[in-house]
């Protein structure tokens, strides 16, 4: 049996030996019961004559790479440190192959034997071996040349040798490259392409575009290979490796399905559920029949552009949005929906006469079709998370162009839609684009089924400055009377009580300090006062109309509409959210007004933006009370830390801005200014 680089064969496990004969021997099974169709006819004979050389071909697709050297010349080839990959490495020294175990780290920070194998190959093609590696490096992305092929290439001095086969009968698994299992009886196409040379004196810029002649050069003979079997590459094709648009749009599975029953057979208690929130104040008593679907007002006349966004933080997100919309068409109507009386209150506040604003009806399959047939949206705008199946397929049957604004996908969610792929993939493959904050978002939608997805970046970046209003600033700024205050800002059920514990140390020190707590649901600010004052706080409540005093300890902002106005009465603030596990809050609204942000650990709704500020010097993460502490009083005991805040708060946002032209600029895309609008395919 052939060698290995770092394992003898006595050590690895019987059941992988076993395990791996049985798959060589499927793999001389299906090359014996195949017929053979290549490029060159006489490709064992073209591999002889570039032997040595680095041998190149796709992950997922080199089960059946033994039968590209049928002559047995001496090869060595990469098998990655794991349990599925020892099983065909196993097959592959049936062959005559010898092992080098390791692979690139490609986007995992973990050591994965790399180097050493990169080394060991390096002296392999020196020694006369024909080096054998797929070009991607797991986990991907898929059908993206790694540098490491090109590497050993220029050290070795031998040249690249990109080659495919596949079967016109094949079954692809659901990895990150489409792991192809080829079957018997089928018909075999094989393809050698033409060496591609690296010089050893190549530089960075000749390298990359050496990656790109491999990676092309790949996708050539991959796509050949298909061809000559007669069979759809598509299919063994990693989603995220398919050119944009190209994905199919999928029919719902029987989970949807079922949704879509299920929804249906409640409609008749709907009005109960809506009773029953409207007695608990999250429901606007004289608006609640748009929650049914059933418009408040007449559809306006001209092409209409539906915005959605669930809640405040998203309507804040969407109305620079709308604004760019109504100044660039002027002939547009513009619907805005949201689902909270919150979000209501704030389009009341801001929206003016640009848009008209509706709550969404609840997603039950009549209430979403009284909808749309009422309103005919020309072009339907969904924002971060917001996907009801109803509201989406429903959409989709009406031809209606859907487009998905400032994007995201937390680990958690990606993980369950993955897991379901028949509820996830008809429902994005129903999206005509979507606009992610990142890139790695963007490829989360595409692996979930998304036919075309671009990170644009976040559009809180781009929002305007939370108002403040300059005569409640004064007033407060009196009560005040130039006491140190923290704001805690946006906060969630238990961050408050640690918010308490960093203010009572920070009195000790500091006689006089003030906290404002501005909880992220107004109608917990009873709850928070009576839990404070219980432990022996002094607590005021914006809602009952009281300003702090001399001897208040904390001031509970329990009011709608005026974040704005606190975050300009300190310059830091904890954004809340961030202490539990909620993922976080927006932390541009303190940056951008002048404050410090202080972010707990669970920030992942805006990982990227708390990145850049906290690299700029303009946040800081936080971990428990003592951490709050600390970090007051560093700013406190630094005035030339706060007086450059300003220059690397301007810096740092201005390396977040750019995504409200990018998105707005794709929307017009689907609007078309006189042959009607796009719709959806």
């Known amino acids: 049996m052939a060698k290995s680089t770092d394992i003898a064969s006595d050590k690895v496990g019987l059941h992988y030996r076993v395990a791996g004969r049985l798959a ?178 190549a530089d960075s810029a000749e390298v990359e575009r050496l990656r790109l002649e491999v ?36 029919k719902p599975g029987l989970l949807l399905k079922a949704y879509r029953l299920g929804t249906r057979a409640l409609t008749p208690i709907a009005p109960i559920i809506l009773r029953h929130r409207l007695k608990r104040h999250k429901e606007d008593p004289d608006r609640l029949a748009e929650r049914q679907g059933v418009a408040g007002l007449p559809r306006p006349a001209g092409p209409l552009v539906w915005l959605h966004a669930a809640s405040v933080g998203e309507v804040n997100a969407i109305l620079p949005v709308i604004t760019a919309l109504a100044a660039a068409r002027p002939d547009l109507k513009l619907l805005l929906t949201s ?79 993955r897991r379901f792929g028949s509820v996830s993939a008809p429902l994005f493959s129903r999206f005509d684009r979507i606009l992610a904050q990142n890139e790695k978002l963007a490829r989360r939608f595409i692996e979930v089924g998304a036919r075309r997805a671009d990170g644009v970046g976040n ?3 781009d929002a305007p400055p939370l108002p403040v209003d300059e005569v409640e600033l004064r007033r407060l700024s009196r009560a005040m009377e130039g006491r140190a205050v923290l704001l805690a800002a946006s906060t969630h059920e238990g961050e408050e009580a640690i918010v308490a514990e960093a203010h009572r140390r920070l009195a000790v020190t500091q006689p006089g300090f003030h906290t404002i707590i501005v909880p ?64 976080g809050q927006n932390p541009i609204e303190p940056v951008r007004l002048g404050c410090f942000a202080l972010t707990g650990p669970s920030r992942h709704n805006f990982d990227d933006i708390y990145d850049t500020l906290i690299q700029h010097g303009v946040a800081a993460e936080v971990t428990s009370a003592d951490d709050i502490v600390e970090a007051v009083r560093s700013r406190a005991d630094d005035p030339a830390a706060a007086a450059a805040f300003e220059q690397k708060s301007r810096a740092a946002l201005a390396s977040l801005t750019g995504a409200l032209e990018r998105t707005v600029a794709a929307l017009l895309d689907y609007i078309p200014t006189d042959a009607g609008l796009k719709r959806a395919s």
Do not use: C
């Not at 033994?66 to 080839?77: A, E, G, S, Y």
């Not at 060991?120 to 991607?136: H, N």
């Not at 050949?224 to 749009?249: N, V």
């Not at 607590?539 to 109309?545: E, F, I, K, N």
């Open 24 to 201: 060589a021997a499927y793999i001389r099974f299906v090359f014996a019961t195949s017929r053979v169709v290549s490029e060159p006819e006489d490709f064992a004979a073209k591999i002889g004559r570039l032997h040595p050389g680095v041998l190149a071909m796709w992950h997922g697709q080199f089960m059946l790479v033994p039968n590209i050297n049928p002559n047995r010349l001496p090869v060595r080839i990469f098998v990655a440190k794991h349990a599925d990959a020892e099983v065909l490495g196993q097959a592959l020294t049936h062959f005559g192959m010898e092992l080098i175990r390791g692979a690139g780290s490609g986007t995992r920070q973990r050591d994965r034997g790399g180097m050493q194998a990169f080394r060991y190959a390096v002296k392999s093609g020196e020694d006369g071996w024909t080096v054998a590696l797929t070009g991607d490096i797991p986990p991907g992305p898929a059908r993206k040349a790694g540098i490491g092929i090109v590497m050993i290439a220029r050290q070795t001095g031998l040249s690249i040798v990109p080659a495919a086969m596949a079967t016109s009968r094949y079954i692809a698994l659901d990895t990150w490259s489409r792991f192809t299992i080829n079957l018997p009886f089928s018909k075999l196409g094989i393809v050698v392409g033409d060496p591609i040379k690296v010089p050893k004196d």
């Open 459 to 461: 559009l809180k970046a």
């Open 339 to 417: 689902g909270t009386v919150t979000s209501a209150s704030l389009a009341a506040e801001r929206l003016g006469t640009s848009a008209i604003h509706q709550y969404v009806p609840l997603d039950t399959p009549r209430y979403v079709a009284r909808f749309l047939d009422h309103w005919s949206p020309d072009l339907a705008v969904f924002t971060e998370s917001e996907i009801w199946p109803n509201l989406i397929l429903s959409a989709a049957e009406r031809k209606i162009p859907a487009v998905l604004v400032n994007a995201r996908m937390s680990k958690r969610s990606f993980r369950k839609w």
């Open 520 to 583: 992220r649901h107004p109608e917990r600010g009873a709850a928070i006062a009576a839990q404070l004052a219980g432990t022996g706080l002094r607590v005021a409540r914006r809602a009952l109309g009281e300003l702090p005093t001399p001897e208040t300890d904390i001031y509970v902002a329990d009011t709608l509409g005026e974040l704005g106005t606190f975050y300009s009465l300190t310059r830091i603030a904890f954004v809340g959210g961030s202490l539990v596990a909620h993922g």
């Open 215 to 250: 990676e092309n050069q790949l996708n050539a003979v991959t796509l050949r290979a298909y061809a000559l079997a007669g069979s759809d590459l598509m299919g063994a094709t990693p989603r995220l490796a398919w050119p944009p648009g190209t994905a199919p749009i999928e």
